[in-house]
């Protein structure tokens, strides 16, 4: 499920005066999308043969608190296997607009090989990766700008990010997009033939999130 963010915005300007009620969260996987787009390094010598991807965390378990309006006091819990990461889905894939829309099943499983490597994620002894989130700050009355730390690979980046939030029944939907890179994780993109095929230092995430009251 890719989800489309022109709705989510026309939605907001219709809801300007409303508003997330405080209490606490759980997360729906099966309703969210948690995605990350790698892209070729345009450097490389053989960059015109490669392809972007997108990988999915599809099984991951997160809650979240909000105590006041203002956004004092929340916290976002989120973690997701490694090994249970999806890549290049046809469904992700045409989401993307990518120009190849598909990938053979024997083509995935080598990248999926590949991305679980011990020059990679190395899921072997990093087999989570999580996400915290432990101060909040209304911006706007939808908005929030999020202070959050990433856990990859057993090294932590910390960052900030603005989230947009949309009450839906009983809970809320939230988006937002940012992005960070592969050292910020301790490891280079993948790369082949002495470099010539090589992916971008680059993480895009794409978020959109589900959440129902406890």
Same mark, same amino acid.
């Given at each position: 499920m890719i989800v489309n963010f022109l709705p989510l915005l026309v939605l907001a300007a219709q809801t300007q005066t409303a508003s997330i009620s405080p209490g606490n969260y759980g997360l729906v996987p099966e309703q969210s999308d948690l995605l990350v787009k790698v892209s070729p390094d345009s450097g490389a010598m053989l960059a015109g043969m490669m392809h972007a991807h997108v990988i999915r965390a599809s099984s991951f378990i997160g809650n979240f608190s909000l105590p006041d309006i203002s956004g004092k006091g929340c916290t976002l819990l989120l973690s997701t296997?490694?090994?249970?990461?999806?890549?290049?889905?046809?469904?992700?894939?045409?989401?993307?607009?990518f120009k190849e829309k598909k990938l053979d099943a024997d083509d995935r499983k080598t990248i999926k090989e590949h991305m679980l490597a011990e020059d990679?994620? $190395?899921?072997?002894?990093?087999?989570q990766i999580s996400l915290k989130v432990d101060s909040c700050k209304q911006i706007k009355s939808l908005n929030y700008q999020m202070r959050a730390t990433l856990k990859v690979r057993g090294k932590a980046k910390s $960052?900030? $990010?603005?989230?947009? $939030?949309l009450p839906e029944g009983g809970g809320f939907s939230a988006t937002t997009r940012f992005a960070l890179k592969h050292q910020d994780f301790g490891f280079e993109p993948y790369s082949t033939a002495l470099g010539a095929v090589r992916n971008g230092q680059k993480l895009e995430f794409i978020v959109a999130l589900k959440a129902v009251r406890k």
């Open positions: 296997p490694v090994k249970g990461l999806e890549v290049d889905l046809d469904t992700d894939r045409a989401g993307m607009r990679q994620l $190395f899921s072997q002894k990093y087999p $960052f900030t $990010f603005v989230a947009q $939030f």
